[in-house]
């Protein structure tokens, strides 16, 4: 059988949907598809159900499984596989690796969502070749892998990269979580909807506040808090850590250059005595996680020089 | 000749002064002593004449030195020991490695100086057995060594953990360093004295105002804002690298429980869904830098496996 005819199944879990592949050893995306995390209230079964198909499917083409990639978000133990804390999909101390691997017959790796994004980008996308950085991820909320020397900065409980809720503004707003002045109390598209309606009693979706941007003043003044915020906790990760880039993904990049302009501006400013890293956009979006999760898969099974030869070209192709 | 006979020297190289010591290889200091580090203007012969007076003393102890550590502040190419820059030296590319190797006819090799107390209170101190943690050092300044997996956060460009410059007030004081609300324009030796003179016209060493905390209301005040400060880092360290344990060192810390409860405190408050982790007194103080100078040569010997050994007692008995 030919190296080509190996395949990993790769799935991607988010609070609301969950996005899963097929992918050779060359890595050419067989497959990808999207379903709902938890269409009855049974997570774990909706992912073993999922696992099965995409089976089916790698079946279908000839292609023999050597094992498949989970990852979720969540407080995640590395070691054993076991996700002890996840609000978004209301789970704690779920053993998610030894769960999956027994119903699925074959090896089952997981990992945490935004960092294996950190690793696709890594190996594939905007930080190819960057062994220090952090991806930044803004959408609703905010979360962020930080990557030194080549390494994912985990955490002594899988908690690390919490960059939403670094304290920014002394006695700030209030956030969700329960804190005053979190990160993404200002610089997250549920931020900037809440914070817009809180000056105008209206209620708009991030993007069409950015698309006021220059002709409403409200939307101008929380666009200028959110850069400002975000720049302040670029500024501050760049001291702790000191990476070579930033990259930043998630629904917040569509603003373009309405953000990274003034993002890098302010990022500078605020660094008056080391260069400011660059700022750059993900490159894989959020095709990142199963992408990653993929790698995860092939070095889990022995074959991690299969994922050397991956070109990104592959995956939008997909 | 038995092992006990083999020996290195360590030497911690400060803006004023440098420690140095000559470490058998069951960890005993035979000898520490201080001196001027830049006595006639010449850093690098300074510490020269440092090693082969320290080589003398191995000597007479009828040691063999089996090689050395420096470590000094600034950035730090690690991989081939140059000191990109060192404000504090007035250092810039100075290849420090090759130059003390070359001229003390023994392996010399260099390190951060934070980094290496981090790694000597990793090893023997505060954070023994620990492989997440941050030490802090709070004296004039501030400067911390992040440990994330055992490993110590150099960054990019050997600058990473300059804890006493991330931004944590929005526009708030103006900082030497050029910028804005950095944590040290609070949490210093040096914010305290100024800020406290700027309230009273009264120019005090930070353990003077310290010394009239609860007699004193413009003591209190900037003392509180200190506090709040550096617990504002320390949960942003914490949500960013999850750490067990902070570690924190440096005068600052002389103030004991007036520092030590509030912080804790303070620190818990600002974290709503996470536990804080315990803040802990350096145990090594201003030996640490020392201490890890001296591992680091035994290690790089090739003799890591005598470091295992140490005791803490050893060394404060030196």
Tied chains: 1, 2.
Aim: net charge negative.
């Amino acid at each position: 059988m030919s190296g080509a005819h190996e395949a990993v199944l790769a799935i991607d879990v988010g609070g609301t949907s969950m996005k899963g592949a097929v992918v050779t050893r060359d890595g050419r995306p067989l497959h990808v598809d999207r379903r709902p995390t938890d269409p009855g209230g049974d997570t774990i079964a909706a992912i073993v159900g999922h696992l099965h198909d995409l089976s089916a499917v790698a079946a279908a083409a000839g292609a023999t499984v050597v094992g498949a990639g989970v990852v979720t978000p969540g407080m995640i133990d590395e070691e054993d596989g076991t996700v002890v804390y996840a609000s978004n999909l209301d789970w704690r101390d779920v053993p998610l690796r030894a769960l999956l691997t027994r119903a699925a017959g074959f090896p089952v790796v997981t990992g945490h969502d935004v960092r294996t994004a950190g690793l696709a980008e890594q190996l594939f996308g905007a930080a190819r070749g960057v062994s220090d950085f952090l991806l930044v991820t803004i959408g609703t909320g905010v979360a962020a892998a930080l990557v030194t020397a080549g390494r994912p900065v985990v955490g002594a409980g899988g908690a690390a990269g919490e960059f939403g809720h670094i304290p920014m503004v002394p006695g700030g707003e209030a956030c969700t979580c329960g804190q005053r002045g979190c990160l993404e109390v200002y610089a997250s598209g549920a931020g900037l909807t809440r914070r817009y309606a809180a000056r105008t009693g209206v209620q708009l979706p991030a993007e069409a506040v950015v698309a006021r941007l220059g002709g409403d003043d409200a939307a101008d003044a929380v666009w200028a808090d959110a850069v400002a915020v975000l720049a302040q906790g670029l500024a501050t990760a760049t001291l702790l850590m000191d990476p070579t880039t930033f990259v930043l993904g998630g629904g917040f990049t569509a603003a373009g250059d309405a953000l990274f302009d003034p993002l890098r501006a302010r990022l500078s400013e605020g660094l008056a005595w080391r260069p400011a890293p660059p700022v750059r956009v993900a490159q894989l979006g959020s095709e990142a996680g199963w992408i990653g999760a993929a790698a995860l898969a092939f070095r889990s099974a022995g074959l991690g020089e299969a994922v050397r030869g991956w070109e990104p070209l592959a995956f939008s192709a997909g």
